[in-house]
């Protein structure tokens, strides 16, 4: 079976987790810095922060942005449900903003019009979400001119895009954004088995996130109501969480990100030879915006469907029968239960329900090769009925 992602664990891998299994941290150990800095050092960012998954990531982020009840946040609907549920966790209202037609990333027109309207209701955003679908970059240049005109803060979910490049930056580096967050998922595109990071260039920002991961408590002084007690003493001045990450997961992670630049090269590749392999068939293949180069953690195709006598259902069954998983990135967020039962309805965001309706992730990863991705695209023919 070919399923859509799958991890790269090499020797030096084993041997960099089994060193801290023989060492006296398991947690909150040196592991922890060595790989918040070769992130931040890969990306061009002067603050990281580790935990235990992205999701725990934006949660923190979305704290030390001040989000709270009574405030709102923007994401996009296709993406994964964490995007939004962050703001949901703080108390906060949470809408979306519909996607673009051809990147699939939350639309900058969309958003303008949006920010236009809730500025004369008074409904104004404290935080906005954009992802990076794929790994492709949003345009963030725009969007960071648009959150100096409306005041809001900005948390890239670039859980897709470690690795990708914008305008001659790293995704990452937080140039067009208060904070970057990253998810070390095994389908990601490196990982740590669980774990997620965030990223800023602000040195508040940065404290308020180690306060946050770690249940509130400060052991610095200058945040203290008043002297310390003695060596023993911490204070914990805010509600936090456990959000740590093990010292054996970032050992995983920092070793990981040493075939980073491998990684993405090889899924750029692999991204490449889709476009000529399905450059015939009746497919949308994904489209690169102007200034973006993605580190595709997922190949997200859309049928035509006037060109296809098939369901997406029965393309996904017939590519089982022949030992291939498809996939879908994503059900829009607002069409699920939960969302439902805060009032959002079908028609709300019709860009992102008609991307559901025609879009499939194809499998790719790093140790994809060029055969199998060969099989892929015959098992697809087949399934279309074209030889
Ligand atoms: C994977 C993912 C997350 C959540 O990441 P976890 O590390 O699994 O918590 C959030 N947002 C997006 C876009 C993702 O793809």
């Known amino acids: 079976m070919i399923y859509y992602g799958k991890q790269n664990i090499s020797e030096e891998d084993i041997k960099a987790v ?46 030390s942005a001040g989000l709270k009840a009574g405030d709102i946040l923007w994401t996009s609907p296709i993406t994964f449900v964490a995007s939004a549920n962050c703001g949901r966790y703080c108390g906060a209202d949470v809408d979306f903003v519909d996607i673009d037609e051809k990147t699939y990333n939350m639309s900058v027109e969309a958003l303008e019009e949006k920010l236009c309207r809730a500025r004369k209701e008074n409904k104004l955003p404290k935080v906005v979400i954009p992802v990076h679908l794929a790994g492709q970059s949003c345009d963030m ?10 005041g809001f803060t900005i948390i890239e979910d670039a859980s897709h895009a470690v690795g990708a490049d914008y305008r001659d930056t790293k995704v990452g580096c937080c140039a067009f954004s208060e904070m970057t967050v990253f998810s070390f998922h095994p389908v990601k595109i490196v990982t740590t088995g669980e774990g997620g990071m965030v990223l800023t260039n602000r040195r508040e920002i940065y404290e308020n996130l180690k306060i946050y991961r770690s249940h509130g408590i400060t052991r610095d002084p200058a945040r203290m109501t008043h002297e310390s007690d003695g060596a023993w003493y ?10 740590r990450m093990t010292d054996i997961q970032a050992a995983l992670g920092a070793s990981q990100m040493t075939r980073l630049d491998a990684f993405v090269a090889r899924r750029r590749e692999l991204a490449a030879r889709y476009n ?66 805060l009032g959002f309805r079908q028609g709300d965001f019709p860009a992102s329900e008609k991307y559901y309706e025609e879009a499939f992730t194809l499998p790719l990863y790093y140790d994809l090769t060029d055969d199998e991705q060969d099989r892929i695209v015959g098992a697809l023919k087949k399934a279309l009925g074209i030889s």
């Open 234 to 243: 911490y204070q914990q001045i805010t509600l936090g969480c456990n959000y």
């Open 18 to 63: 089994e060193a801290v299994l023989r060492s006296d941290f398991l947690t909150q150990g040196p592991a922890i810095e060595r790989f918040e800095r070769s992130v931040a050092k890969y990306c061009g960012a002067k603050y990281a922060v580790a935990v235990c998954n992205a999701t725990a990531a934006l949660h923190i982020a979305c704290l």
């Open 276 to 341: 000529a392999l399905l450059h015939d068939l009746p497919f949308v293949t994904p489209y690169v915006m102007e200034g973006a180069n993605p580190s595709w953690h997922i190949y997200v195709v859309r049928i035509i469907p006037d060109r296809i006598g098939k369901t997406k259902q029965q393309i996904f069954e017939e590519m089982k029968e022949q030992g291939i998983v498809l996939n879908l990135h994503y059900i829009p967020v607002h069409r699920q239960p939960y969302y439902e039962k």
């Open 141 to 150: 240049a725009r969007i960071k001119d648009l959150s100096e005109e409306y």
